[in-house]
């Protein structure tokens, strides 16, 4: 089974900023959109952003347009999130996966998720 690769996370202060990277393991990505997610402790898996393998159109969650931004480059085959203002609200585990369905926001209709990337806001 494919597995996409999250890189970029830490350990930052509220109000800096973060770009994670999430790879395409080994391959392109097979499907129409990549998605972004976080997971805090004891919370359901939450969407954040996506964008299609095109790079032509992204989605957004409400909580983080605005301070997040998706892109991606296909010479990489690389999607990226950079965050910025960062609270100690945004402290979770960062997933990138994929799907064929155009603005899911329903990590059931994801597939092929990484491993995750900490991602640590300190006040």
């Known amino acids: 089974q494919v597995q996409h690769v999250e890189s970029g996370g830490g350990l930052v202060q509220a109000g800096g900023s973060l770009r994670l990277s999430c790879a395409a393991s080994?391959?392109?990505?097979?499907?129409?959109?990549i998605g972004w997610f976080r997971q805090a402790p004891g919370k359901e898996r939450e969407f954040l952003a996506a964008i299609t393998r095109s790079g032509d159109t992204t989605y957004y969650a409400d909580s983080v347009e605005g301070r997040f931004t998706i892109s991606s480059d296909n010479a990489k085959n690389t999607i990226y999130l950079q965050m910025n203002s960062l609270s100690p609200e945004d402290t979770a585990v960062y997933y990138c996966?994929?799907?064929?369905?155009?603005?899911?926001?329903?990590?059931?209709?994801?597939?092929?998720w990484g491993q995750g990337t900490q991602v640590t806001v300190s006040s």
């Open positions: 996966a994929e799907t064929d369905i155009k603005g899911s926001v329903y990590p059931n209709e994801y597939h092929n």
């Open positions: 080994g391959r392109t990505f097979s499907s129409i959109v």
